[in-house]
Antibody
Framework: EVQLVQSGTEVKKPGESLRISCEGS????????ITWMRQIPGKGLEWMGR????????KYNPSLQGQVTLSVDKSISTAYLQWSSLKASDTATYYC????????????WGQGTLVIVSS | EFVLTQSPGTLSLSPGERATLSCRAS???????LAWYQQKPGQGPRLLFY???TRPTGIPDRFSGSGSGTDFTLTISRLEPEDFAVYFC????????FGQGTKVE
């Protein structure tokens, strides 16, 4: 069974750093891109970027470039999304999903990680 | 910027009724890289269609997707109780974007 399992809820203060994870199983992890989305409570989804799990090539949403960093450790089938300095506006639920890079849209999604940034 | 506009924002229907959801793109979507997702509270989205009209294994055939270019439609022929949810369209080409969602209640 294809699964993406994300790390748990995080509560942080503005200015703190954070890394959340997304572990894949049941498929050949390095054959896919891992794409990240965020969803502000009660709002729609925003595409943040994606990373090629085979070579770590990344593509970011231009509106978020420099604010987050995507990385991957294919040896443990895990992708990461990290911030060096969180802001209150980063409060959201973050989803990872696998993407083949072709005609098939991102098909399997993680359960989401809630990040709360509050002083 | 690529914008997807979904309508209506909310669709109030009863089980057994037909639901028709619209997604309009601000520019033509190449290769029909348009997907539909269903999302229920507290869950990640579930892929319903990709390539505008291709249904992944396991998606019931009461769901259908159609359209090309800038106009796309998701139809649920007869609503089941489990179909009441939020539906998003998503263009997954070079600069991916999502519609703002339609809530079927």
């Amino acid at each position: 069974e294809v699964q993406l399992v994300q790390s748990g809820t995080e509560v942080k203060k503005p200015g703190e750093s954070l890394r959340i994870s997304c572990e894949g199983s049941g498929f050949m992890f390095s054959s896919y891109w891992i794409t990240w989305m965020r969803q502000i409570p009660g709002k729609g989804l925003e595409w943040m970027g994606r990373i090629d799990a085979s070579d770590s090539f990344t593509k970011y949403n231009p509106s978020l470039q420099g604010q987050v960093t995507l990385s991957v450790d294919k040896s443990i089938s895990t992708a990461y999304l990290q911030w060096s300095s969180l802001k209150a506006s980063d409060t959201a639920t973050y989803y990872c999903a696998r993407y083949s890079g072709s005609y098939i849209a991102p098909d399997s999604w993680g359960q989401g990680t809630l990040v709360i940034v509050s002083s | 910027e690529f914008v997807l506009t979904q309508s209506p924002g909310t669709l109030s229907l009863s089980p057994g009724e037909r639901a028709t959801l619209s997604c309009r793109a601000s520019q033509s979507i190449n290769n029909n890289y348009l997907a539909w997702y269903q999302q229920k509270p507290g869950q990640g989205p579930r892929l319903l269609f990709y390539g505008s009209s291709t249904r992944p294994t396991g998606i019931p055939d009461r769901f259908s997707g159609s359209g090309s270019g800038t106009d796309f439609t998701l139809t649920i022929s007869r609503l089941e109780p489990e179909d009441f949810a939020v539906y998003f369209c998503h263009q997954y080409g070079s600069s991916p974007t999502f519609g703002q969602g339609t809530k079927v209640e």
